[in-house]
């Protein structure tokens, strides 16, 4: 396979512009980083499972012409339950704020975050990548279709594709790393779960009407 940085490059960078957008998947990989639990775990989850999804959509869905609709309605359907819990969860934690401490020590106050296992924190970063309609069609549907584009270049692209994912989400880790040693203020938290909770539910919203 002959190195072609225009074909590499093109994949990287588009697949840099659709995850950069702050969806379920950075979100909850942000909010991980600023409750210290688990951040590069979570990363390396998600990241990982991006690269899955890209190899499916270059290496396969793309080459079958996409998802079947009964398929694509049932990610969606699934994504609009996960979203919708999700979303309710980050309301409540709107409506009832707690400060997380910049260390990974004993939280101080009457109320205690919930300490996540490794097994439980790898789970929650597979449910945001894997029941996230927009992370398959952002990966798998729109990456696997643009790599036809490039023909015998596809697996270059998609392997440029897969490396912005993986540069994307180490940057994503640095940036909750480092806020989450300055952000412990119940204001910025109640405005980040008030946001989220927006996000997920008009999102859920977007997807239900996809199918009608």
């Known amino acids: ?11 990287m960078v588009l697949s840099m512009s659709l995850i950069m957008a702050i969806g379920p998947q950075n979100a909850h990989v942000l909010r991980m980083g600023l409750q210290r639990q688990h951040l590069w775990l979570t990363v390396a989850v998600c990241a990982l499972s991006d690269v ?14 996409g998802l079947s609709d009964k398929m694509l ?13 999700y979303g309710w969860r980050a309301f409540q934690r709107f409506l009832k704020p707690q400060a ?15 300490s996540l296992t490794p097994r439980q924190a790898i789970l929650s970063a597979l449910a945001f990548s894997w029941l996230n309609p927009h992370a398959w069609l952002d990966t ?8 036809l584009a490039y023909g015998q270049g596809s697996t270059l692209f998609g392997l440029g594709a897969a490396t912005g994912s993986l540069v994307w989400f180490l940057l994503l880790g ?15 938290w109640r405005l980040l779960d008030g946001a989220v909770a927006l996000m997920m539910w008009g999102t ?3 997807l239900l009407t996809s199918l009608v």
Do not use: E
């Open 100 to 114: 997380i401490p910049a260390t990974d020590g004993p939280i101080d106050g009457p109320r205690r975050a919930p």
């Open 140 to 147: 798998a549907v729109l990456i696997g279709t643009a790599s």
């Open 174 to 188: 640095v940036a909750a790393f480092w806020l989450g040693r300055r952000l412990n203020s119940l204001r910025i």
């Open 1 to 11: 396979m002959t190195l072609s940085f225009p074909t590499f490059s093109a994949g």
């Open 73 to 85: 309605g049932a990610l969606v359907g699934a994504g609009v339950l996960f979203l919708g819990v």
């Open 204 to 206: 859920a919203a977007w």
């Open 52 to 65: 899955v999804l890209i190899g499916l959509g270059v290496l396969g869905l793309a080459q079958l012409g």
